[in-house]
């Protein structure tokens, strides 16, 4: 048994009769990584994600390029919070009452993700997702698909940051040790 495809990349024919994705992959190296939104920290490239359904003031989880150990990635995360944001503590987000109690801090996840701009920059489509990135899971088999680490926030609920599970069948992803 085969698992459903995790998305579908939209292409259209050229002419000569080649399709070409819709969107642009991009893969993310070291030269082009930071200017994309992520930061750079201790060599590791680290950037925040929301969910894909409500617009947050913070992120609900972080990517780190390549397969990294857990603890790295909690570290890579503070540093991101405490350059983009401004703040060092990575348990709540700021205004939240510290006396709540925050579970501990969830494992990090090796998976793979496909990086997207839309649309293809030669192009331009004119709608509201122009001149947007967007990450999707992928299994590592698929093209453009780059080795990522992504950790939950600790003060996000479990289902807004979407972070494939390894528990679940069929997900491409293990857990970071």
């Given at each position: 048994?085969?698992a459903p495809?995790?998305y579908e990349?939209e ?5 000569d ?15 082009d ?15 925040g ?8 003031l913070y ?16 570290e ?6 405490a350059?983009v ?5 990575l ?6 009452d ?10 990090a ?31 590592a ?30 997900t491409?992803a293990?857990?970071?040790t």
């Open positions: 048994m085969t495809a995790l990349i292409t259209s024919e050229g002419d009769g080649t399709p070409h994705p819709v969107e642009q992959l991009w893969t993310p190296c070291a030269d990584a930071a200017d994309s939104g992520f930061v750079a920290h201790r060599s590791l490239y680290v950037t994600i929301d969910d894909a359904i409500d617009d947050h992120p609900v989880a972080f990517i780190v390029l390549g397969h990294q150990a857990w603890s790295d990635v909690i890579a995360a503070a540093a991101y919070m350059r944001h401004g703040w060092r503590n348990h709540l987000y700021p205004g939240d510290p006396s709540v109690l925050i579970p501990r801090i969830p494992r996840v090796h998976t793979h993700g496909v990086f997207l701009r839309h649309p293809h920059p030669d192009h331009g489509c004119a709608c509201e997702w122009d001149d947007t990135w967007r990450m999707v899971w992928a299994p088999d698929e093209p453009g698909a780059v080795p990522v680490t992504v950790l939950r926030h600790p003060a996000a609920l479990v289902t807004t940051a979407g972070i494939p599970n390894p528990d679940e069948d069929g491409p293990t857990w970071a």
